[in-house]
């Protein structure tokens, strides 16, 4: 969309950079809208209609998280009237949105982004693996990553794992790195195991 003024913004405009990243620059004229980057879903193809069930799913998830608001599509417009025209949320405080689209498209979510959620504990990545994970492709589960049932990628990832992976005995590195190119959930005892030998 070319850089002009539109009814959500008096100055907006929607690129690719030269690496296919998509962009949307705003004026954030909306209360509350902030100011910085905030990663957006666009749920389309099999996933178009979507985005509040996805948004309400990740809220629940995720403590210190809310929906924020979520302006609908009226009657008459390109898509179905009710679904999600935009809306701001915010998961364990980080800003994000979400759209819905059934316009034809030739991208839909994939591994090239992910969300990389730091875990404290077994617990929290058993937690958060179980949670995301459910009604996800089992397939796409590897190394800690996960599809989760809206086709979004997750990695539920040990905060360990970085002191493990920067100890300065690269055989021990070498260890946990084989250890866990072996796991899809990852298991902090095994990590410790490899590192110890």
Known sequence: MELGAYDWSARYGWLNDRYGLSWQIARGDRAGAGRGITPTLMFTGAQAGRAEAALNRYV?????SAV???LRN??????PEGWVKHARFSLAGHPFSAMDNAQSHDFAFNEAV?????CASQAEIDRYWEALGRDGDPKAQQCGWLKD???VSWQ???VA???MLQDPDRKKVERVTNAFLEMKKFDIAALERALGG
Not at 60 to 64: A, K, Q, R, T
């Open 114 to 118: 992910s969300f990389q959620v730091l």
């Open 68 to 70: 924020d608001d979520v």
């Open 60 to 64: 629940s998830i995720f403590e210190g």
């Open 149 to 151: 049932a809206f086709g």
């Open 156 to 158: 539920v990832v040990p």
């Open 74 to 79: 009226g009657p008459g417009e390109i898509n």
């Open 161 to 163: 794992l970085t002191r």
